[in-house]
């Protein structure tokens, strides 16, 4: 059996996503979204890591379910 780096990869980029995107929902209407037009970036961008970090996630468990269906 073969470790699959996109396991710890969607892993990492999910919960950094969920970080981001907590911290995003927690400063919305806040003055340091002034300097980036008054865009909320951490809420966009957690959200594309959680979307990212859920993608890999299920492409390691897909890969996992092939290497067991595969005889030996």
Do not use: W
Request: net charge positive; glycine share 10%; aromatic share 12%.
């Amino acid at each position: 059996m073969t470790t699959d780096i996109r396991f710890p990869i969607g892993l990492l980029f999910s919960i950094l996503g969920v970080v981001i995107t907590a911290f995003g929902l927690f400063t919305r209407g806040s003055e340091i979204y002034r300097h980036s037009l008054n865009i909320n970036i951490n809420l966009y961008t957690g959200a594309c890591l959680i979307v990212f970090g859920v993608f890999m996630l299920v492409m390691a468990l897909r890969g996992q379910k092939k290497d067991k269906a595969k005889p030996q």
